[in-house]
């Protein structure tokens, strides 16, 4: 899924990848760059976000 979002002048896009079940699993850049991992436990509760760092 793509998502497109302009904030102050500035369009940027993302793009959600999802798993076999259907859950966010990592969020990318147009550059294809991870943004953010997403990651959920057993029950599909919460969602640990990790951001990484360069």
């Known amino acids: 899924m793509r998502v497109t979002e302009v904030v102050s002048q500035t369009v940027s896009t993302r793009y ?3 798993d076999h079940l ?3 699993t ?5 550059a294809s760059a991870v943004v953010e991992r997403l990651s959920y436990d057993a029950w599909a509760s919460g969602g640990i976000r990790t951001v990484p760092t360069t």
């Open 26 to 30: 990592v969020v990318t850049n147009e």
């Open 22 to 24: 259907g859950s966010i």
């Open 16 to 18: 959600f990848h999802i």
